[in-house]
């Protein structure tokens, strides 16, 4: 190929002035390779710095996100540190509803409520606010406390109605009000031989008619005439609990009725073998005669309605 040439030629405004430029093929090429090569590293610089400059934007803005976050977090850390108090506070009425309920307080190895592993940390925020698995820490061992609480608050509650229900059922009422003790639990004279023998229970003196009351929840085992008991009521309390009510003038109830404490079962008398009125009224504990008085925690006055329950 011939070695072609081109020639530039710049004329001054008045035309007075001619400046002349031969360049050969080679060259011109060169020139516009190098005018190429430096708009395209003009265009690379300006990107460079319009990304370097969005992106200085963006991490200023992600900055001021993050510090807008550990604001809130510490915000966060600071009520769960109250809540930390307030289970604190439960626990200490915990431990004392369980003494009141004669349960076991919670062992401190267990209040520890201690777990394996960590927790999963939050992808991307963790790595730039360690603070989150902090706290995700903090919360996940306040909900396991929280657990704990919940569960032995549920367990005093079930103890409690129990017992509740049980003392409901336990032969806590004086049987009649008034009246005087004239033969005592244990050993005595018989009235009628002056042999000794085991009184398996109470005689309480008082006058023909009086109400004689259930001492507990229950239900009737047995409501007639039995030896020497005369007219006679028993009533099964559950819980291994019986008492029985003996010389009654009358009874009014009868097998297998269902009867409240401070209801009316029956009346003063002295029917059977007996010197006199008076309520022979004893209390069994699986079976086995045991001291009525040392179960007299109840008054009638207590009970509603006067406790009389007819």
């Avoid at 925020?125 to 549920?154: G, I």
Wanted: aromatic residues 8%.
């Amino acid at each position: 190929m011939p070695n072609r040439k081109f020639k530039l030629i710049y004329l001054s405004h008045d035309l007075t002035k001619k400046v002349e430029l031969t360049l050969s093929h080679r060259k011109v090429r060169g020139l516009l390779l190098a005018l190429a090569v430096f708009f395209l590293a003009t265009n690379i610089v300006a990107g460079l710095l319009a990304s370097f400059v969005l992106n200085s934007r963006e991490n200023e803005a992600l900055q001021t996100e993050n510090q807008s976050l550990r604001d809130h977090l510490g915000q966060i850390e600071t009520r769960i540190a109250g809540l930390g108090g307030n289970l604190k506070e439960l626990s200490e009425t915990d431990r004392v509803l369980r003494m009141m309920a004669d349960l076991p307080v919670v062992d401190p190895d267990v209040r520890d409520v201690g777990v394996g592993g960590s927790v999963e940390p939050v992808p991307t925020v963790a790595e730039q606010l360690p603070e989150v698995n902090n706290v995700l820490w903090t919360l996940d061992r306040v909900q396991r406390e929280l657990e704990l609480q919940k569960s032995s608050f549920a367990e005093i509650h079930s103890k409690m109605t129990a017992d509740k229900e049980r003392l409901k059922h336990t032969p806590t009422l004086r049987p009649i009000t008034g009246g005087y003790v004239s033969s005592g639990f244990g050993v005595r004279r018989d009235p009628f031989t002056s042999d000794v023998e085991n009184h398996s229970g109470l005689d309480i003196t008082q006058q023909r008619g009086t109400p004689v009351l259930a001492a507990g929840d229950g239900q009737v085992m047995y409501a007639g005439y039995y030896s020497s008991y005369g007219k006679f009521v028993v009533i099964d309390h559950g819980f291994g609990y019986t008492t029985a009510y003996g010389h009654l003038h009358a009874y009014n109830v009868r097998h297998g009725q269902y009867v409240t404490k401070g209801q009316t079962v029956g009346q003063v008398g002295s029917t059977g073998r007996a010197t006199g009125c008076h309520l022979h009224y004893e209390v069994r504990v699986n079976g086995t005669a045991v001291d009525p008085s040392d179960y007299f925690f109840d008054q009638v006055a207590e009970l509603p309605g006067s406790g009389t329950k007819n």
